[in-house]
């Protein structure tokens, strides 16, 4: 059982940044981050492998960045919008495993 504890979110106004983490208590060879607005479904934000293999959604390419160090996950939000108002949950995997261990997630909320 692997657990995952993020930290960073909060209430920024539209244009501010805002920068998650995610410390995992074992190690993970893929970690990502995922968002669910209010009556959507959870999408996909950006991952990342061991070996540094990054993959960003369209909607956040340019704006948002990914990055790691061992078993803890960053997410550095920039030019936030409030379309970026969401719960953001970290997650991770381990290698050869089809087994994903979430976060409890953690608000982001960006004000207009």
């Known amino acids: 059982q692997m657990r995952l504890v993020e930290s960073g979110g909060g209430l920024v106004q539209a244009g501010e940044s805002l920068t998650l983490s995610c410390a995992a208590s074992?190690?993970?060879?893929?970690m990502g981050w995922y968002r669910q607005a209010p009556g959507k479904q959870r999408d996909t934000v950006a991952t990342?492998?061991?070996?540094?293999t990054t993959s960003v959604a369209d909607s956040v390419k340019g704006r948002f960045i990914i990055s790691r160090a061992k078993n803890t996950v960053y997410l550095q939000m920039n030019s936030l919008k409030p379309e970026d108002t969401a719960v953001y949950f970290c997650?991770?995997?381990?290698?050869?495993?089809?087994?994903?261990?979430w976060g409890q997630g953690t608000q982001v909320t960006v004000s207009s």
């Open positions: 997650a991770a995997k381990i290698y050869g495993s089809t087994t994903w261990y």
């Open positions: 074992g190690s993970p060879f893929t």
């Open positions: 990342i492998t061991a070996d540094g």
